[in-house]
Each structure stands twice: as C-alpha cells, then as structure tokens.
C-alpha cells in the first residue's frame, strides 16, 4: 500500500508513520509551532461563533438601510443559519476527500470574503445570498477547528485543548450582541461583518504556515443521503424561524414544513442505517458515550444557548440598560466558564469520572436558572453577575467532560465526522431552544397583559381614577399609556421568568442520563 504523505506548513514533513501505541502520549499529526496554530484555530473558530449572533442587533439598522419589510429583513438570520446547518453533515467527507488542510482554509476564505461582500451589500437579496456563503463557509469551521486541535495535540493535554476550544464557543454567543451593538453604535451597522476581514487575514496567514493535514481518503458521497439530511434539516430551521411569524399551527405553512422535516428524517435514518456507503460511519452511532454526549448536547443548546439568547433583550428592554452595561453584566457568565473548564480538563486528567462531572454541572445550571427565575423588576445589577457567574460555573463543567468524553473512544479517522455530528447537535438544540423560549415569552406576555390589566381597577389605583381619565383628554390617555406600559413590562418579565424556570427543570431532568454514559478511561496515561 503506498504511503500516505501528511502536510504542514505547506510542506511534505513526512511520510506517514506507523500508528502510535495506546500507550504512548504522541499527538497524531506533527506540528512546528503549537502555540501559534493553536491562535489562528481559535481566531477562525470565535469569528464563526460571533457571526451567529453579532447581526442580530444590527437588523433594526438594516432593514432601513436595505429597505426591507420586518418579515423580509429575518431572512438575513434565516439563510446563514440553514445554509450552514444544511452543510455541516458533509464535514467529514470532504474533509477526506480533498484533505482537512484544504477544506479548513477554503473555508476561512469563503467565510472572510463573503463577510466583506455582506458588508458592502446594496440590498436584500444579495445579503440574504452572501449571508448563505457565509454561513457554508462558517459550516466547517467549527468541527474541523475542533478536530485539528485534538490531531495536533497529545493524549495527556486534550481535555485541556477541548476546554479552550469550548471557551470561544460558549463565549461567543454572550460577546456577540454586544460586541454587534458596540460596532453599530460608533460606526454602522456594515463593520459587524467588515470586522471579520482583518482577523480572518491573520488566522489564514497562521493556518498556511502552521497547519497540518490527515492523509486523504476516497470516500464515496452518499448523495441520497445527503439530500435527506438536509431536506430535514433545512424544513426544521424553516419551521423555527418562520413559525412564530406565521403564527404557528395557524397556518399551513407550518405543516408543510412538518411534513418535509419528517418525510426526510424518516426516510434519511432508514437509508442510513441500511446503505452500503452511507454519510456517517456507522460506527459513531455504535459508541454510546458519542450518542450520548450527542443528546446531552442538544440538551445544552436547549437550554443554556436560549438562555444567553433571550438575557440581552431582556436588560435592554426592561432594564434599559445599553449595550455596554449589559455586556458587562454578562461578562461573569465567561468568567465562569473559563474557570470550570480548565478545572474539569484538570479533573479529568486526574481520573475525575466525567460523568459525575457533568451531573454536577447539570445541578449547579439548574440551580443558576431556579435563582433567575426568582428575580423582579427591582434586582440590583450585583444578582444579576452572581447568578450568571454562577450559570457559567455549571457550564464549564458540562460542556469539556462531554466532549472530552465523546472523543475518548473514537478512532482519529471519526473525529471529524464525530465533531460534526456534535456540533450539529448544539447547534440544532440552540435553534430549537431559542424558539420555544421567544415564542413562549411573546405568547406569555399577551396573556399575562390580559390578566394583569384585569386587576387594573380603581380599587388597585387609589392614586388614580380610571373611570375619571376621559375629562382630562390627552393628559388622560398619557396617564393610560403610562399605566399599560408598566402592565406590559410586569407581563413581560413575568414571560421571562416562567422561560427561566423551564429551562431549569430541563437542566434538571437531565441529570439521570448520567447513568447510560460509560466511564471513559484516565487522561494521560
């Protein structure tokens, strides 16, 4: 069998040696300078985690600019997200079928280049279609960011490299709609993706240089299959971005997109479970720990991402606090997370069973999102650092044993495929869970407004007589606007927190799952 050459630097290094022992503490792939790659993978792994959420608070500003309608300018979101859910699963194969090397730096230019042309876009349809090469771009990123960290990194310092990696992807979420706000503010809304060019020039300068290659391998596209996939795949994010505008089961738009969604996933999981060649090894599905660091990850995407999702509206809106005040008030929430992830990867280098850890983490959210749903209109800015410091804690310890424990048992020629697949789990979680928390807090608040507003009488309002409002013409109805304004901010917090303590008791229900993962080996040794 003819050798296999490995590449680095954009030079042959040599050719591929025998695989290592079990024993032995090697990295898989040789590198020059792992510090320096190690900063161009995180550089092109935050930009690609920012750009999810940082356009979201500069819509307002784009739709005037594009002269969009409110239900047009949501395709901006909508066609990065599925573009970029609809890619994902091809990860793998093409990273074996042109070299992970190739694929990781076509994709950092894509990206870069299409975030240049978002940001000199003339009007709707060409952002909604740089925003889907963008998002194709930003597809492969983050899963072979993940894989090369863990091929160039040796067995004994991977939980601690997967703590670094998982640090950009939990942060970038909280940092995105401030860092969005901030670049709006002093500039416009344009330098939200023009901001990517200077840092996506650096990291693909680093990636030539530093970054090496798996040996490439012929795999036959499972075209049918792909197809499925992404016909489910594309229907779901269809029907969580468009349903709350259509109004749900009102319409049959919904149900078109229902149908789709299952007709494919249907179809896809037999063809998959059944083809000769099918899209993702079967093996992955064979591992339970990957299996269930897949659903504990969609668990997390529910529950923790649709937290940091709905937090920034909420400050905003009835807080009003501005962008800076709230991205500093989210800033303990990072904090948190760095501290616990590298402690877990600590812990799990010491022989700390993983999952305990998890549980652990599990219990100390669950707790955070039980605080948060305790809070009022009157909380001081300290409980609102505290708790999420303290949500950030349970984070870390979550999210490193997770996917340390995933990767512990898969063969390198997997990883690739397998942080695909996981990425595709948060991410598809985070769609999912976003949903369910805005749509709930927007039903809730009508509601709530109902009920509340029933209370409103004279007897309440002793300072002021509603009955008597219509003598004092527009100081009347001023009074009355006053008066509805604050029904709608108590309904809306209440919407708020009635989010909070859901996503706290999924936190919490997650915890027995614990018990069908398998305890992975020690770290290291």
Same mark, same amino acid.
């Given at each position: ?5 490995? =590449? ?25 300078? %792992?510090?320096?790659?190690? @900063? ?114 040796? $067995?004994?310092? &991977?939980? &601690? ?50 970054? $090496? ?23 779901? #994010? ?20 229902? +149908? ?18 099918? /899209? ?13 660091? +897949? ?17 920034? $509206?909420?400050? &905003? ?8 005040? !709230?991205?500093? @008030? /989210? ?13 877990? +990867? ?8 993983? =999952?305990? #850890? ?43 044993? /997770? ?11 997997? =990883? ?19 949903? @369910? ?7 809730? !608040? ?8 029933? %209370?409103?009488?004279?007897?309440? !309002? ?10 004092? &013409? #527009? ?46 080996? =020690?770290? +290291?040794?």
């Amino acid at each position: 069998m003819a050798s296999v050459a490995w =590449r680095g630097g954009g030079k042959d290094l040599a050719a591929a040696p025998p695989p290592a022992s079990a024993s032995s503490d090697v990295a898989q792939l040789p590198v020059r300078n %792992h510090l320096l790659l190690i @900063v161009g993978v995180m550089i092109a792994s935050l930009l690609q985690v920012l750009d999810v959420t940082i356009a979201n608070v500069a819509i307002p500003h784009m739709r005037a600019s594009l002269s969009a309608t409110p239900d047009t300018i949501s395709w901006v979101l909508t066609s990065y997200i599925i573009a970029s859910a609809v890619a994902l699963p091809i990860t793998g194969w093409l990273a074996d079928r042109i070299g992970s090397r190739r694929l990781f730096l076509m994709s950092v230019v894509i990206f870069v280049v299409a975030s240049m042309l978002c940001g000199i876009a003339q009007n709707l349809e060409q952002m909604v279609l740089f925003r889907a090469i963008q998002g194709c771009g930003g597809a492969f990123i983050a899963p072979l960011s993940q894989s090369a960290l863990l091929d160039t990194t040796r $067995p004994s310092k &991977q939980p &601690q490299i997967i703590a670094l990696w998982g640090m950009g992807v939990i942060v970038g979420p909280i940092i995105g709609p401030v860092l969005g706000g901030w670049l709006t503010e002093i500039a416009n809304w344009r330098w939200v993706f023009f901001v990517n060019v200077p840092f996506g020039i650096i990291c693909i300068v680093i990636l030539l240089a530093e970054l $090496p290659s798996r040996a490439i391998r012929h795999r036959r596209f499972d075209l049918f299959g792909f197809a499925m996939v992404a016909l489910a795949l594309a229907s779901l #994010q269809l029907l969580l971005d468009r349903g709350n505008t259509v109004d749900w089961f009102s319409s049959a738009e919904t149900f078109i997109y229902i +149908g789709l969604m299952l007709t494919g996933a249907w179809i896809g999981v037999i063809h998959l479970s059944t083809a000769r060649h099918p /899209l993702f090894d079967r093996r992955l599905f064979a591992n339970a720990n990957f299996v269930i660091a +897949g659903i504990f990850l969609f668990i997390v995407g529910v529950a923790m991402f649709a937290t940091i999702a709905i937090l920034p $509206p909420m400050l &905003q809106g009835l807080f009003g606090y501005d962008v800076i005040d !709230t991205g500093l @008030v /989210l800033m303990p929430r990072g904090v948190g997370v760095l501290i616990t992830m590298q402690l877990s +990867g600590l812990l799990l280098k010491k022989g700390v069973d993983a =999952r305990w #850890q998890v549980a652990f983490g599990f219990l100390i959210t669950f707790w955070s999102l039980h605080l948060m749903g305790e809070w009022t209109l009157d909380i001081a800015r300290a409980e609102f650092m505290s708790t999420g410091f303290l949500q950030g804690l349970g984070i870390g310890f979550v999210f490193i044993p /997770l996917n340390t424990t995933a990767f512990a048992t898969l063969p390198p020629e997997l =990883r690739t495929d397998g942080s695909s697949l996981l990425n595709l789990s948060r991410s598809v979680g985070s769609s999912v869970g976003i949903s @369910v928390v805005m749509t709930l807090a927007a039903n809730e !608040t009508q509601r709530n407004h109902a009920e509340l507003a029933a %209370h409103v009488t004279g007897e309440v !309002t002793s300072a002021l007589d509603i009955s008597s409002l219509d003598r004092y &013409q #527009q100081y009347g109805q001023t009074a009355l606007a006053v008066a509805d304004a604050e029904v709608t901010r108590q309904a809306m917090m209440i919407a708020y927190l009635n989010d909070f303590r859901l996503m706290s008791w999924l936190c919490l229900a997650a915890v027995p799952l614990v018990l069908l993962m398998r305890k992975s080996r =020690r770290y +290291g040794t």
